[in-house]
Nanobody, 118 residues
Framework: QVQLVESGGGLVQAGGSLRLSCAAS????????MTWYRQVPGKQRELVAL???????STADSLKGRFTISRDNAKNTVYLQMNSLKPEDTAVYYC????????????WGQGTQVTVSS
């Protein structure tokens, strides 16, 4: 089992930057994939970016060039650097950990609100 705690959300003006953090309660090497999602009320949760245990990453095509996922192994923390923010980036951002142990299990953080003002 793993607990995830997100932080770093807040209110920012369009064009600004934020860095979200997701701290895991266990070594992120033991987590197959860590993913950032975002959700706007009334819409489906959207994949933002992911990082695999081996270190490879993927970012949603629409966000490439602005959003970057990274990790600090020593801190068991995954980050989401968000630059050139737009009002449409406003959402609750969630951290997800997916672990294989005979079957896949998903763990979720509580979410952190990001609001981008125009």
């Amino acid at each position: 089992q793993v607990q995830l705690v997100e932080s770093g959300g807040g209110l920012v003006q369009a064009g600004g930057s934020l860095r979200l953090s997701c701290a895991a309660s266990k070594s992120i090497f033991s987590i197959n994939t860590m993913t950032w999602y975002r959700q706007v009320p009334g819409k489906q949760r959207e994949l933002v970016a992911l990082i695999r245990s081996g270190g490879s990453t993927s970012t949603a095509d629409s966000l490439k060039g602005r959003f970057t996922i990274s990790r600090d192994n020593a801190k068991n923390t995954v980050y989401l650097q968000m630059n050139s923010l737009k009002p449409e980036d406003t959402a609750v951002y969630y951290c997800n950990a997916k672990i294989w142990s005979g079957s896949w299990t998903d763990y979720w953080g509580q979410g952190t609100q990001v609001t981008v003002s125009s």
